[in-house]
């Protein structure tokens, strides 16, 4: 009897050299994609293509090949660096930026500098002296050839493939233009002394030997090396966040080993390492606080901007700054495992990926470039046929090459996802990918799990009832005294709120715990009893009418009420529950504002469910309670069959399969893996409004996507036909093209602005 082996999938990043264009990308993500056991996709903004293949079938050695023999170069990147950059400051990152610019940047000026008075002879009849046009050529031979190589060179290894990009429009169009000059300076009549012409943004029908093309040839090949080099650097711009991101962590760590102090590299630190970090120091890893106690301000993660209070025994995320006292932490999680390292993956793995207007796109441009070609050629015998004139004819095929870019096509989405998800980042909003941008544009109701999420998930001090003569200062100090021996939760609750209130406590004597009625000691020389009614009811005491009717009433509310006396009288009854976040009432407000229909489930009584959610601002026919974790799916799933497009917002492992199954999930960062794993969108802070500002961001960047998208598909649209009815001169034509990919990358830069509502 056999098995049959399921091939083990693998997932490898690759980075791709050489493309110069979206039709590049969709090349190769075509040539990967017919691998068998290779499903691959490949994106022009951020120079990746990410891989999924059969390990046992193929090799990240035949991608790479696969990837060589389309004419590319692909290597799989090289980890983030821990090591500080060289110099002060800038690191080595940034010399590398500047490192593959210099060549284009060099080549700009060249062409800019060259190319500005071969324009200007041409435009400007009055500057057209004698022998003009011989110093145009002087002027752009080295604009044609050395400032336009990049073009010449992908063009002709695109044409050694059987295949034709952005390059090859443009190397043909420039190329045509250069050498019709070169006809017709030396074989027709353009190279006479005192040859004058006028610029004509439209054609005129002649023979053409005395017209001459340098301007054009020149002009497209500056606008279009600016269009580019803008383009690489706004790219550059839009990963800049998640750079920043991979920048935060601390490089070195004050480690403590066998009682000494040791610097080291971050890379050896190990989990279980105790480390130091003094005031002004950035945490180094995920750990758990072991000695000390501080202030934390996890601002560059969070976006929270009050430090948080730290002491023995509390969480602290790696790369948060330090800012109160001094703090030995034994790390937990390290290097790939941390907080800012999942963080950094989960918003490249969305940098990375497409959605589906965009897989449209790429669809398009991978088969616009020969269609492009072939009206060229469509148009060039369109207009002789029709007797214009070669330079007529071959003006409008020119500029029918040249402005036809797909580039801005292909830059649509990834650069507003790039900068997106980069600004989110920065916020504390991680979008898992972009399919997430398009769940938030139809969800239409919000379910809100209420433990942890709109309440803080910890009992807490809400009031005290006092009887008449006595203080609420003197309540919280005996009954904060007696519950602070005690390790029950409620009893700490109260604990830590009269200690908020009144300051330190005294320590009780005689301290018992009285098994499911609270406790009972000596405070101050009074004889303090804190608990259940039938507690005070075995010393023969009764709470005064009163405090029976503030009972009631909390209990009523679905919060804990706790009975204080002492010296053999009833004297408080005080309040405790799972205490609502400040945050949550304005947050219900703005999702209300986002056109969502909050609804608040939970697994507490009604009684409860319902105060919680008259506190926030939820309706009562919106409150679904005493629902077992196990079944919050289901509740999901009814809301979806009534039609609705649901969000879920959750931080435990019980809401994780209801955050898989709703149509966007949102995993508050501060709960489980499992629900961040589960969710769509992860919110680092753990405040409610993060999720409002999440949709609002989310939104955004789809809006500036689709804006994006519809201005490419305009642009070439209204364009070509202008340019094939010989409307447009190939120069004007360059400069449009590289505008159009400027444009829609500008147009994504502006997410960088977006703000959180205060």
């Not at 398009?438 to 709109?454: H, M, Q, Y």
């Not at 093209?737 to 500008?746: I, Q």
Request: glycine share 10%; net charge negative; with cysteine.
């Amino acid at each position: 009897m056999s098995t049959t082996q399921i091939p083990q999938s693998t997932q490898v990043e690759l980075a791709i050299g050489g493309m110069t264009c979206a039709s590049c990308a969709a090349r190769i993500e075509k040539k990967l994609n017919r691998m068998d056991g290779v499903e691959a996709t490949v994106n022009y903004a951020t120079e990746k293509a990410k891989v999924t293949y059969a390990g046992d079938e193929v090799a990240v050695a035949d991608l790479i090949a696969t990837v060589e023999a389309t004419g590319y170069t692909a290597q799989e990147p090289a980890p983030p660096s821990a090591e500080p950059g060289g110099g002060g400051g800038e690191g080595a990152g940034a010399d590398a930026d500047a490192d593959a610019l210099r060549p284009l940047r060099e080549r700009l000026i060249t062409a800019v500098v060259l190319s500005v008075p071969v324009i200007a002879m041409a435009m400007v009849p009055a500057l057209q002296f004698e022998y003009w046009q011989w110093l145009s050529l002087t002027l752009a031979a080295p604009v044609v050839t050395y400032a336009a190589w990049p073009f010449h060179k992908a063009a002709v290894t695109n044409a050694r493939h059987g295949a034709a990009t952005m390059d090859t429009l443009i190397s043909v169009g420039t190329s045509a233009a250069f050498l019709w000059s070169l006809w017709a300076l030396f074989l027709g009549s353009a190279g006479t002394p005192g040859m004058t012409h006028a610029f004509e943004l439209t054609i005129e029908r002649s023979d053409g030997a005395a017209n001459i093309y340098l301007e054009a040839a020149a002009g497209v090949t500056a606008f279009i090396l600016a269009g580019r080099y803008f383009e690489a650097r706004s790219k550059r711009k839009a990963g800049a966040a998640l750079k920043a991101l991979l920048e935060l962590g601390a490089k070195d760590v004050t480690v403590v080993r066998d009682g000494r102090e040791e610097t080291v590299p971050v890379g050896e630190l190990k989990a279980g390492d105790h480390f130091l970090v003094r005031p002004g120091e950035k945490i180094a890893t995920d750990g758990r606080v072991v000695e000390g106690s501080s202030a934390v301000d996890a601002a560059m993660l969070t976006g929270e901007s009050v430090p948080v209070e730290v002491a023995p025994g509390d969480a602290v995320t790696g790369a948060t700054l330090n800012v109160g006292g001094r703090l030995v932490v034994e790390a937990t999680r390290v290097g790939a495992d941390t907080q800012l390292a999942r963080m950094a993956r989960l918003v490249e793995d969305a940098q990375n990926g497409k959605a589906a207007a965009q897989r449209l796109a790429d669809r398009i441009s991978g088969v616009f470039v020969p269609v492009v070609i072939a009206l060229a050629v469509a148009t060039l015998g369109f207009w002789l046929g029709n007797g214009a004139g070669l330079t007529a004819a071959f003006t409008a095929a020119v500029a029918v090459l040249i402005i036809a870019c797909p580039c801005a096509l292909g830059l649509a989405t990834p650069t507003a996802l790039m900068v997106g998800t980069g600004r989110g980042a920065q916020l504390g909003i991680l979008i898992k990918g972009p399919e997430v941008l398009e769940s938030t544009r139809r969800v239409d109701t919000i379910v809100l799990d209420k433990t942890g999420t709109v309440t803080t998930g910890r009992m807490t001090l809400l009031a005290a009832h006092v009887a008449d003569g006595t203080t609420e200062d003197d309540v919280l100090r005996l009954a904060g005294a007696l519950e602070h021996a005690s390790e029950h939760p409620i009893a700490q609750a109260v604990a830590a709120g009269a200690a908020e209130r009144v300051g330190a406590l005294p320590v009780p004597e005689d301290f018992a715990n009285v098994p499911g009625l609270g406790v009972q000691g000596i405070v101050e020389g009074h004889a303090v009893l804190v608990g259940r009614e039938q507690l005070l009811a075995e010393w023969a005491m009764e709470l005064p009418a009163a405090l029976k009717r503030a009972k009631d009433e909390a209990e009523t509310a679905g919060r804990t009420a706790i009975a204080v006396a002492w010296d053999g009288e009833a004297r408080a009854v005080l309040e405790v529950a799972d205490a609502v976040k400040e945050t949550s009432p304005e947050a219900i407000r703005r999702l209300r504002d986002l056109g969502l229909t909050p609804i608040l489930l939970t697994g507490d009584n009604t009684a409860v469910a319902r105060s919680v959610a008259a506190e926030v601002g939820i309706a009562p026919e919106h409150v679904i309670a005493e629902v077992l974790p196990q079944d919050k799916v289901d509740v999901v799933k009814r809301l979806q069959g009534e039609g609705r497009s649901v969000a879920m917002v959750g931080d435990g492992v019980n809401d994780a399969a209801a955050l898989a199954q709703a149509d966007l999930g949102l995993a508050m960062g501060t709960g489980t893996d499992a629900a961040i794993e589960a969710g769509d969108l992860t919110l680092v802070r753990g405040d409610l409004r993060a999720a409002a500002d999440a949709i609002r961001l989310s939104r955004r960047t789809l809006g500036t996507i689709k804006s994006n998208l519809f201005w490419a598909f305009a642009y070439n649209v209204g364009a070509l036909p202008l340019a094939a009815a010989g409307l447009l001169n190939p120069m004007i034509a360059g400069a449009a093209m590289a505008f159009s990919s400027v444009f829609v990358v500008g147009n994504s830069l502006r997410l960088r602005g977006f703000q959180p509502l205060s």
